[in-house]
Nanobody
């Protein structure tokens, strides 16, 4: 099983980035993103359920981030708009076997830095 994240970088506040996560090895019920800012615990960002395409977002990113997937490409995206300095973190792609609950697999992170 591999979750390969990419797309991080350095952007100015107000800018946009799109993260990608290629999922290989098996099919998961849900794929999503978490992030970990320097000196802070990892926090949930967004998740997309394969069965009904329901999406769930952290309050801090609602209205600014959009999670989506391209099934033929086995890729999940996180479109991040109106970025803020507090969005600076390492972003991790994650997956789980069930529609609810904790993630079962984690990929390596991709670093996102937002300058003010």
């Amino acid at each position: 099983v591999q979750l390969q994240a990419s797309g991080g970088g350095l952007v100015q506040a107000g800018g946009s980035l799109r993260l990608s996560c290629i999922v290989s090895g098996r099919t998961f019920s849900s794929v999503g993103w978490s992030r970990q800012a320097p000196g802070k615990e990892r926090e949930f960002v967004a998740v997309l359920r394969r069965s009904d395409r329901v999406t769930v977002y952290a309050d801090s990113v609602k209205g600014r981030f959009t999670i989506s997937r391209d099934n033929p490409k086995n890729t999940v995206y996180l479109q991040m708009n109106s970025l803020k300095p507090e969005d600076t973190a390492v972003y991790f792609c994650a997956a789980r076997y069930t529609d609810y609950g904790s993630f079962d697999y984690w990929g390596r992170g991709t670093e996102v830095t937002i300058s003010s």
